[in-house]
């Protein structure tokens, strides 16, 4: 039977075991080992069974149990302490509260978060970053608010068929059954975030509460009646639609998520966030609500413009174009040409997100450039990722070096009491002394050789275990009443060396490289003494075909009778698969097409866990492989795919059969490989610090949050004059470029034949235009000269203002003194100066001499 109406109805816990609701509701539970425990050992079965849920435990577990823990004295206070524990946590000054001038509120918005298997709410990397950014806030007490989109089908479930094609389901969520409350007025009406349409429509959401430790997160949620019935499906799948449905997301996550802090901030007298950090491109229309309150406050479109960019922080996360959202610029233009947000006319909107730059295309509205433009402050997620994304967007700022391009990086980490498997936080715990995985002293001697080995035995034996059960209850569910194989029993082997993949399917991060050469493969899976087992995980794209057709090649060489025991896919990666694969795996695989991994985390996970990295140096590995932490796969700079191909497959299995697998059977009388271990610890002490979030965060804070604070204290001050200042100054600068220049470069001070240590006296003329020379910042730019035009390791040092002839031209001069031999240039260039740029390049605007 079908059930019409589907709903969740809460337990009522005995009195007694009140405190087991809060602890429930409270998402902290996901990363609190002890509060997980504690729900696990109600029903350990139905815990298992639920995927680790305590809402869905509390529902599932019968009065009678209840009924007997309520009588049990020492589970109670056990429940007690660990929500006075959470109340703790809460409440304590952190680090955050340790920083001077630090803004008492932030926001960050994101389309996605990842933070428990319970919440399906993410697709990959993208979402999972978030809830470790969310979840590493909360624990260093950096007081953020999250925005994002309540789906509610989220992301796709994946089966796979008999003939090993990918099948997307979208198993609905009901939002009782989740830690989540709708966010009400003190009369019980729910709040309510309302967003004109075209034709005089309007989309409304209500607002869900998550609380993840400390931080509070909003999700904007369109399926209620007041709504039509296609606007109720406006928020109903994680990236499910294409053009206007995307674009209604997006609207209503940025301008909506906006108005949902408005009220909560005002229903919880919250203060109100200052600094606004869009992960993504995607909910970057959140400047515009932005924009639109403070005309309404009185300023110009102009001048709020420089309010709203000084507050703002925009991550790009993508080196592909593909990647970023771009929509038709005639749909944007007709939806802000409504009343969505007063006073913004759609012309200035359109301006800001228009590719109106060498090899963009005018047509298209880019999600990306007005993220660029709406944010003063720009990252990518590792510094190689970094340097791709100034050049992918260095035609934003035409005639500036690459290097100049404002988009600077941070590289990502990964929340390690999330990714720490429970085993090796216990060994640190009893042998270390502390819970904390990523500052413990892994080399020391209280933990033996045979300890580390041990564990790392035992979370690949759970993985092995793990993968039969997922294979068997995939294989039930598509032959309902018909026994599993028996030799499911025996898929992988806990003693054999375990090599992990797992990730979406897009074609850069190449899936099925590994079956370059399917005989040199199977050669080293069967391999006598030193065979490799690989498990495999990955969701494709529902509408990529492609992707589809690679995990299916994929399984189809994993069934063949003698390797299936030895190659296996895991359908519907997700978390909770994630979780334990990552601890489980010796050998940590990953063989995108270097550059395009923007960072990559999983290796991340992988590496808290001392499994060790065998990848392409692409992402977070190029900046981090130190030739003890495991391996680089060489990347080929052949300009033919199938031969980029061919030669890295070769690299990879010559490392596996060379270095990886002699390494890992490389044993001791007592069993224990010495040499690997020792490079599980050097990446346990070494790596664990660095790559995990909580290091991200604070960088964040420093590098970014507390300048932009600042930046928008400064420009708000003296009810924004400094604003209207900006502004002005700005079209003024803009008006008079064209005429400014550098008209003459002369030197001095130098022989015929110049040699290292001589000083090199220079002189610029430079005409101004209307511009006086406190407008522009005159320098000497110097470095290694190559070829006709080329300057390398480029330096910069300012010109003095010499002379100046009012209203014509100036002249700006210094020395150089030459530091090094060789070949060597340098040019004059003139860019605009205001102490309110964070940036030389942010308008746009240089000089050089021709
Ligand atoms: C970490 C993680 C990802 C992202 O991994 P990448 O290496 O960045 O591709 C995707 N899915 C899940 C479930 C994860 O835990």
Not at 378 to 407: C, K, Q, T, Y
Not at 627 to 656: C, K, M, Q
Not at 757 to 778: I, K, S
């Amino acid at each position: 039977m079908k059930a019409i109406r589907r709903f969740t109805v809460r337990t009522v816990l005995p009195e007694r075991l009140a405190a087991l609701e809060e602890l429930a509701t409270n998402l902290r539970w996901s990363w609190h080992e002890p509060t997980r425990q504690l729900f696990a050992g109600i029903e350990p079965s139905v815990w298992d069974e639920i995927g680790h849920d305590p809402i869905g435990l509390l529902g599932a577990v019968s009065p009678a149990r209840l009924a007997e823990l309520a009588d049990d004295a020492a589970f109670v206070e056990r429940a007690d302490s660990l929500l006075a524990e959470l109340h703790a946590y809460l409440r304590e000054p952190r680090w955050y509260q340790g920083l001077e001038n630090a803004p008492a509120s932030l926001a960050y918005f994101s389309p996605e978060f990842g933070i428990a298997a319970a919440l399906p709410q993410y697709s990959g990397g993208l979402g999972i970053l978030a809830g470790d950014h969310l979840k590493s806030a909360s624990d260093l007490g950096v007081p953020i608010i999250g925005v994002g989109l309540f789906y509610r089908a989220g992301y796709f479930r994946q089966a796979i068929s008999r003939d090993g094609w990918q099948q997307e389901s979208y198993p609905v969520l009901d939002p009782d059954g989740l830690p989540l409350r709708v966010l009400r007025h003190p009369d019980g009406r729910a709040a309510m975030v309302t967003l004109a349409l075209p034709d005089g429509k309007a989309l409304y959401a209500r607002i869900w509460q998550l609380n993840v430790g400390r931080i509070p997160l909003l999700l904007l949620d369109t399926d209620i009646p007041e709504n039509d019935d296609d606007l109720r499906g406006v928020t109903d799948r994680l990236y499910g639609g294409a053009g206007e449905h995307r674009l209604l997301q997006e609207l209503l996550l940025g301008i909506g998520g906006v108005r949902a802090i408005g009220i909560y901030t005002e229903l919880t007298s919250t203060p109100v966030p200052l600094v606004f950090h869009t992960n993504e491109g995607h909910a970057g229309f959140l400047g515009l609500e932005r924009i639109s309150d403070l005309i309404g406050a009185g300023l110009s479109f102009a001048e709020a413009l420089q309010v709203v960019r000084s507050g703002t922080v925009f991550t790009t996360h993508t080196p592909v174009p593909a990647g970023i959202d771009r929509f038709e610029a005639p749909m944007v233009e007709r939806y802000f040409s409504t009343e969505l947000l007063p006073g913004v006319d759609a012309a200035d909107v359109l301006a800001l997100g228009i590719e109106a730059h060498e090899g963009g295309d005018p047509e298209m509205f880019n999600m990306a450039v007005m993220g660029l433009r709406l944010g003063q402050r720009a990252n990518g997620v590792s510094i190689l990722h970094g340097e791709v994304s100034r050049g992918m967007f260095g035609p934003l700022w035409p005639g500036f070096d690459n290097a100049d391009v404002p988009i600077t990086s941070v590289t990502n980490g990964v929340h390690a009491p999330t990714w720490t498997d429970p085993l090796l936080l216990e060994l640190a715990n009893s042998k270390l002394g502390t819970r904390d995985t990523t500052s413990a002293d892994w080399r020391s001697e209280a933990v033996t050789d045979g300890d580390l080995w041990g564990v790392r035995g035992a979370m690949r034996a759970q993985l092995v275990t793990d993968a039969r059960r997922r294979v068997t209850d995939a294989w039930q569910e598509q032959n309902p009443g018909v026994q599993a194989p028996d030799w499911y029993n025996d898929l992988l082997d806990p003693n054999v060396l375990t090599i992990g993949f797992a990730r979406r399917v897009p074609t850069y991060k190449r899936l099925t490289l590994m079956l370059h050469d399917e005989d040199r493969l199977r050669a080293l899976l069967l391999h006598p003494e030193r065979p490799i087992q690989i498990v495999i995980a990955g969701k494709s794209h529902p509408a990529d075909d492609e992707g589809k057709r690679l995990i299916q090649r994929l399984i189809e060489f994993a069934s063949e009778p003698e390797l299936r025991n030895r190659i296996v896919f895991l359908p519907n990666y997700d978390i909770a698969m994630a979780r334990l694969l990552y601890p489980g795996t010796d050998v940590w695989l990953n063989n995108p097409l270097r550059p395009l991994e923007a960072c990559g985390t999983s290796g991340m996970k992988a590496a808290l866990n001392g499994s060790l990295n065998l990848s392409i140096l692409d992402g977070w590995w190029a900046e981090f492989y130190d030739e003890e932490n495991g391996w680089a796969i060489p990347s080929s700079d052949a300009t033919d795919p199938a031969e980029r191909d061919r030669l890295e497959a070769e690299s990879l299995y010559d490392l596996i059969e060379h270095q990886v697998a002699p390494r890992f059977y490389d044993r001791g009388d007592d069993g224990v490989p010495t040499r690997w271990v020792q490079a599980i610890r050097h990446t346990l002490a070494t790596l664990s610090p660095e790559l995990s979030a909580d290091r991200m965060v604070r960088e964040y804070v420093n590098r970014l949050y507390l300048p932009a604070a600042e930046a928008h204290a400064e420009i708000t001050a003296s009810s924004y004059q400094p604003a209207r200042e900006l502004a002005a100054w700005k079209a003024r600068v803009t008006a008079a470029w064209p005429s400014v220049s550098v008209t003459h470069v002369e030197s001095g001070g130098v022989d015929t034949v110049p040699q290292v240590g001589d000083t090199l006296h220079l002189r610029a003329h430079v005409a101004l235009g209307t511009l006086t020379p406190d407008d522009v910042l005159v320098e000497v730019v110097y470095g290694r000269a190559r070829g006709e035009d080329e300057l390398l390791d480029i330096q910069r040092a300012p010109l003095e203002l010499e002379t100046h002839d009012l209203g014509a031209a100036a002249t700006f001069g210094g020395d150089m003194t030459l530091a090094r031999a060789g070949s060597f240039g340098y040019n004059v260039r003139v860019v605009p100066r205001h102490p309110l740029l964070a940036s030389s390049a942010e308008l746009g605007l240089i000089a050089v001499m021709e």
